[in-house]
């Protein structure tokens, strides 16, 4: 068992969580790619927020999808990015 093993299934006993629901890879590759084409403090910030979607019922792996394809298209001087309409 390696210590990202042995960390899911301590942090999921902490939160009531079956650790076989936790997709670490695909989370993994979401926070890489905020981190290399956003910014690396974005990625845990991104985490959270795709937690706080699959807990009010978004599927974890198009909700996951959606973030990277977001991050990969993501331009630095934002020229590119429409803003959200509710800002």
């Given at each position: 068992?390696?210590?990202?093993?042995?960390?899911?299934?301590?942090?999921?006993?902490?939160?009531?969580?079956?650790?076989?629901?936790?997709?670490?890879?695909?989370?993994?590759?979401?926070?890489?790619?905020?981190?290399?084409?956003?910014?690396?403090?974005?990625?845990?910030?991104?985490?959270?927020?795709?937690?706080?979607?699959?807990?009010?019922?978004?599927?974890?792996?198009?909700?996951?999808?959606?973030?990277?394809?977001?991050?990969?298209n993501?331009?630095?001087?934002?020229?590119?990015?429409?803003?959200?309409?509710?800002?």
């Amino acid at each position: 068992m390696t210590t990202m093993d042995r960390w899911v299934a301590a942090a999921c006993a902490e939160l009531d969580l079956d650790p076989a629901e936790v997709d670490v890879p695909q989370v993994l590759d979401l926070a890489r790619d905020v981190a290399h084409h956003v910014l690396r403090p974005g990625a845990p910030v991104t985490a959270y927020l795709l937690g706080i979607a699959v807990g009010r019922g978004a599927d974890p792996a198009v909700a996951a999808a959606g973030l990277s394809r977001l991050a990969l298209n993501w331009s630095p001087d934002g020229s590119d990015q429409p803003l959200p309409e509710s800002v």
